[in-house]
């Protein structure tokens, strides 16, 4: 099996400005675990479900705190 016939292709992106709650949202709507953050036609990073429960949750970052 090729990785093209497994991917996801609905991707979206998030800008590193976005809050959290607007990439969980995100996530939500194409059913994803992960994004890509990207700004200025690059990718600067991802996050994903986990970093949102975990490490924003034990930093005590609320759902307006921006991705990046």
């Keep these: ?13 998030v800008d590193p400005g ?3 709650q607007d ?3 995100t996530m939500a709507d194409i059913d994803a ?7 200025n036609d690059r990718l600067v990073g991802v996050i994903t479900d986990r970093d949102i429960a975990i490490r924003a ?3 005590g970052r609320g759902p307006a705190a921006k991705v990046r």
């Excluded at 099996?1 to 992106?13: H, P």
Aim: net charge neutral; hydrophobic share 45%.
């Design 1 to 13: 099996m090729k990785v093209n016939e497994c991917m996801t292709s609905n991707v979206r992106i």
């Design 18 to 20: 976005e809050t959290l």
């Design 23 to 25: 990439a969980a949202r």
């Design 33 to 39: 675990g992960i994004l890509p953050v990207g700004e």
């Design 57 to 59: 949750g034990a930093l």
